[in-house]
């Protein structure tokens, strides 16, 4: 059974840092996409960061020069390192991973169960 889990949010105040993790575990045998998503109250769910087994990054416009991302493939774990964060960051950010697992042929994409980010003063 894959499993996902997220940490490292938290209340921080604005101009401040947090750093997610989020590790995998389960029968995994490769991870071609790690990413970090996040949903504010009333909005949709949005790509923040994304990265994949070629080492291949993006992000979204909101978050460029400020919020990195990176993987530890040995470790089956994604990060996401957040600086300058402003109160428009505020959401319930998730992890999410296309991996595939066991004796399965093809890649299934597993969510995180999300972990708060609150900036406010």
């Known amino acids: 059974q894959v499993r996902l889990v997220e940490s490292g949010g938290g209340l921080v105040q604005p101009g401040g840092s947090l750093r997610l993790s989020c590790v995998a575990s389960g029968s995994i045998v490769s991870i071609n996409f790690m990413g970090w998503y996040r949903q504010a109250p009333g909005d949709q769910r949005e790509l923040v960061a994304g990265?994949?087994?070629?080492?291949?990054?993006n992000y979204a416009d909101s978050v460029k020069g400020r919020f990195t991302i990176s993987r530890d493939n040995a470790n089956d774990t994604v990060y996401l390192q957040m600086n300058s964060l402003e109160p428009e960051d505020t959401a319930v950010y998730y992890c999410?991973?296309?991996?595939?697992?066991?004796?399965?042929?093809?890649?299934?994409?597993?969510w995180g169960q999300g972990t708060q980010v609150t900036v406010s003063s």
């Open positions: 990265i994949t087994i070629h080492g291949s990054i």
């Open positions: 999410k991973m296309s991996l595939r697992s066991g004796l399965l042929t093809y890649y299934s994409a597993y």
